[in-house]
T-cell receptor
Framework: EAGVAQSPRYKIIEKRQSVAFWCNPI?????LYWYQQILGQGPKLLIQ????????DSQLPKDRFSAERLKGVDSTLKIQPAKLEDSAVYLC?????????????FGSGTRLTVV | KNQVEQSPQSLIILEGKNCTLQ??????????LRWYKQDTGRGPVSLTI?????NTKSNGRYTATLDADTKQSSLHITASQLSDSASYIC?????????????FGRGTSLIVHP
């Protein structure tokens, strides 16, 4: 079974620039999550999708972050404009359903450095 | 406020020794608790999952316990190996509006020395 695919693996941008991350979840997984993991901390949930609908985006900084999952499969997370404090690893995860009973499968993440 | 606290923040042990990691939570209403292992530069990988009625769950040399009354969990690693060096993250999920929201701890960084 293919895992959760994320790209790019690394990204370095200057502050105030824009950046986008891509995630392809495991086939058949209806629920998709984006997490931000700052160095030395656990992942923080940014947004949770069920198919193409948003379930929870309460911790997403909506003034600069946006995410979409238009066809209920792939998802993109965008930051515009980026700030220094956005430097982190952005993890994508998927699960079969909202319950997550089968577990969450994580991608390897995109490491973003804002300079 | 839903929170997950882990201790110690970091731990160094010698290969072959046992260790226990702690997780305390205030998440409510409780759905399940998972322990994840996160190798450097990789995404977290699930080790165990426990629901309210389960007290212990094993996965090889990893044994997780759950005390739902005191809202505490532990992860015991037996006969540690160098490959156990990683961050161990406790994740507690709560229910909200029909959905299950995972809350992550900051993790315990484990280093196993030869």
């Amino acid at each position: 079974e293919a895992g959760v695919a994320q790209s790019p693996r690394y990204k370095i941008i200057e502050k105030r620039q824009s950046v986008a991350f891509w995630c392809n979840p495991i086939s058949g997984h209806a629920t998709l999550y984006w997490y931000q993991q700052i160095l030395g901390q656990g992942p923080k949930l940014l947004i949770q999708f069920q198919n193409n609908g948003v379930v929870d985006d309460s911790q997403l900084p909506k003034d600069r972050f946006s995410a979409e999952r238009l066809k209920g499969v792939d998802s993109t997370l965008k930051i515009q404009p980026a700030k220094l404090e956005d430097s982190a690893v952005y993890l994508c995860a998927s699960s079969l359903d909202l319950r997550g009973g089968s577990g969450y499968t994580f991608g390897s993440g995109t490491r973003l450095t804002v300079v | 406020k839903n929170q997950v606290e882990q201790s110690p923040q970091s731990l160094i042990i010698l290969e072959g020794k046992n260790c226990t990691l702690q997780c305390n939570y205030t998440v409510s209403p409780f759905s399940n608790l998972r322990w994840y292992k996160q190798d450097t530069g990789r995404g977290p990988v699930s080790l165990t999952i426990m629901t309210f009625s389960e007290n212990t769950k094993s996965n090889g040399r990893y044994t997780a316990t759950l005390d739902a009354d005191t809202k505490q969990s532990s992860l015991h690693i037996t006969a540690s190996q160098l490959s156990d060096s990683a961050s161990y993250i406790c994740v507690v999920s709560y229910t909200s509006g029909g959905s299950y929201i995972p809350t992550f701890g900051r993790g315990t960084s484990l280093i196993v020395h030869p």
